[in-house]
């Protein structure tokens, strides 16, 4: 179900007339300077129509089911529209931990979506160089406080971050979508002269818990349709361009405010400015032309995937979207404590880049290569890390004070392509990664399986075949002696040095290896070659679907992205290969999705499960 909200309007002086006009919004003969489309405030209760009746806001929230992500949560969620036909003033909020320190409340961020814009038409958003509290102090005395801000021109469009602690103002001719964490705390700072004794400046605590640094605006969204999440909200934007259907899960409701004209929700004209409220598991059907942005609470996963050369972090929210991403060096060759501080280094510039206070997240999850005991937080041995009994867990979270899972990476692989992607649809999963060696993860009964000892399992050292080429493991005969990348490259160079096989013409020396299965279409020797390559893939699908009969098998890895045009055969050979065959359920082979990014989204899983 949805319903339409019914916003509390309020006049100020310097309010305009683009919200009566452009997104039909009426207050008397009044201009509109602020249009509380989602407000809980007690003194702004915006309003809900629920079957023809209308309630308050807060009442019917009291009343109904906001999703799982609010269980236990308190709801600080503002959404408003503003216009503007005067510069207002600059403002400071301060941040969480900085409000719950001296004032024993919340702090706030917010961000700012502008609908429209005059020609000119600025916002201010942040210092424009880093500065020192006296220098600012001086600006202000000076009155040139301004000089010192970033200047920021803006046009319909365009989305901008207002993190806590920096100063902000909208100027003159500015219309904006303003969504914020739902605090009464806010100290102004400047007031371009004004003399009015009911806007009291508050110049000394905005000098307490403002950023002095640099502001360095950034106009990119996270990805298509993701704007910006924190702990509080999310945002997205979305163009409808004949027909498009948005299923909200169960763990939040939603709230949509319409942009344009000419869109439809369920075959029913909407008029531009409206806003509906979402509730959570309902399914809605939008149409027409235009755009939408859409707001809701997230329920964030944050994890670290440690590689041999870099270790890759993201936060994650519960529709599987990046909210934050970074990457920072390994150096584990430098010793442990390098290695601990480099990760603390991916946590705090996720939170950073979300603007997420440390201490929020209760649990982070991270990947390592090699033999990981997950009950005690060891790497018992990782020849990629050179690490032998490493206490990984202890040693970050004493850094970062919270509690660390940590799983071996290609667990965290199947973990992420599990739990990220539509896969949770079945109840057994086998990933298997095709890269320099070959990495399993097992998801059985919906559930991570980590070997009987608590460590990983080894698919790739399953014994297949005859052979006289010794694995890294020291043995012979292994799967991944068969098909890793390491083996492909080998024997490509014994192809190549074949003068009869034609290969040295087609692929170079600084050829990547795996050129060769896109020639099995014009070269025999290639065509041959490739075969023989899918027959040893085929021996350990097979002996996967005899061991554990899953109902999908996932192959990822850097060799997947040439070889998954034999998925299909491969699949029905497997079939009919495998004890039974056809008369056994059959299982299904798929290419997996997630990428390089599935050891980071399984490690923000291990959170989660």
């Not at 060769?516 to 040893?536: G, H, P, S, V």
């Amino acid at each position: 179900m949805f319903f339409k909200l019914i916003p509390f309007l309020e006049s100020n002086f310097w309010g305009g007339k683009k919200l009566n006009t452009l997104y039909n919004k009426k207050l008397d003969d009044k201009n509109i300077s602020e249009s509380y489309e989602f407000s809980l405030s007690e003194t702004r209760l915006s309003s809900i129509l629920v079957d023809s009746k209308e309630l308050l806001l807060k009442d019917y929230l009291e009343n109904n089911d906001l999703g799982l992500n609010l269980k236990g949560c308190d709801l600080k969620v503002l959404i408003k529209l503003i216009d503007s036909k005067e510069d207002l003033s600059l403002k400071v909020h301060p941040s969480d931990p900085h409000a719950k320190e001296y004032y024993n409340r919340i702090g706030k961020t917010e961000d700012w979506y502008i609908l429209n814009a005059l020609e000119g038409a600025h916002i201010y958003l942040g210092f424009n160089d880093n500065y020192t509290k006296e220098e600012v102090e001086k600006a202000i005395e000076e009155d040139r406080l301004v000089e010192l801000l970033n200047k920021v021109e803006v046009k319909a469009g365009e989305f901008y971050k207002v993190p806590s602690g920096s100063i902000h103002g909208i100027g003159k001719g500015v219309t904006l979508y303003e969504i914020q964490e739902d605090s009464d705390i806010s100290f102004r700072i400047y007031d371009f002269d004004r003399n009015d004794e009911n806007r009291e400046l508050k110049v000394k605590e905005a000098l307490d818990c403002i950023n002095y640094s640099k502001y360095e605006l950034k106009k990119e969204q996270i990805n298509e349709h993701l704007l910006t999440a924190n702990n509080y909200y999310e945002l997205y934007r979305y163009f409808v361009n004949g027909f498009y259907k948005f299923k909200n899960n169960g763990n939040s409701f939603a709230v949509i405010t319409i942009i344009t004209d000419d869109v439809k929700i369920n075959n029913k004209p909407v008029m531009k400015g409206d806003s509906y409220y979402i509730e959570p598991d309902t399914e809605i059907e939008f149409s027409g032309k235009g755009l939408f942005l859409l707001s809701r609470v997230p329920d964030l996963a944050i994890g670290l995937d440690v590689g041999g050369t870099s270790i890759k972090g993201l936060i994650i929210d519960d529709l599987s979207n990046k909210v934050a991403e970074t990457k920072v060096v390994t150096e584990s060759h430098l010793g442990l404590d390098r290695l601990y501080e480099n990760m603390a280094k991916a946590y705090y510039n996720l939170i950073n880049q979300a603007d997420i206070p440390h201490g929020f997240f209760r649990k982070i999850g991270v990947g390592c290569p090699g033999n990981i005991d997950s009950r005690t937080g060891l790497v018992l041995l990782s020849g990629n890390l050179n690490l032998r009994n490493a206490p990984i867990s202890r040693g970050l979270s004493n850094l970062i004070n919270m509690d660390v899972i940590i799983e071996n990476d290609a667990n965290c692989a199947a973990l992420g392509e599990y739990y990220y992607t539509d896969k949770r649809k079945y109840h057994d999963m086998t990933l298997i990664t095709l890269g320099t060696g070959v990495g399993s993860g097992f998801i059985i009964d919906s559930k991570l399986f980590k070997g009987g000892q608590g460590s990983t399992t080894e698919l790739g050292h399953m014994k297949v075949k005859n052979d006289s080429v010794m694995c890294t493991c020291g043995q012979y005969g292994c799967f991944e002696a068969l098909i890793s990348l390491a083996r492909i490259k080998s024997e490509v160079d014994k192809l190549r040095s074949n003068k009869e096989t034609g290969l040295s013409e087609l692929i170079s020396d600084t050829d990547n290896p795996l050129k060769i299965f896109t020639l099995d279409d014009t070269n025999e020797t290639a065509k041959k070659y490739a075969w023989r390559y899918q027959k040893n893939l085929l021996l350990g699908l097979v002996n996967v679907c005899n061991l554990f009969q899953p109902e999908l098998i996932v192959i990822g890895g850097g060799v997947s992205y040439v070889v998954n045009k034999y998925f299909s055969k491969l699949e029905y050979l497997m079939n009919k290969n495998k004890f039974s065959g056809f008369d056994a359920p059959k299982v299904k082979l798929v290419h997996a999705k997630l990428g390089n990014d599935a050891g980071a989204y399984g490690a923000c899983a291990l959170t989660k499960v």
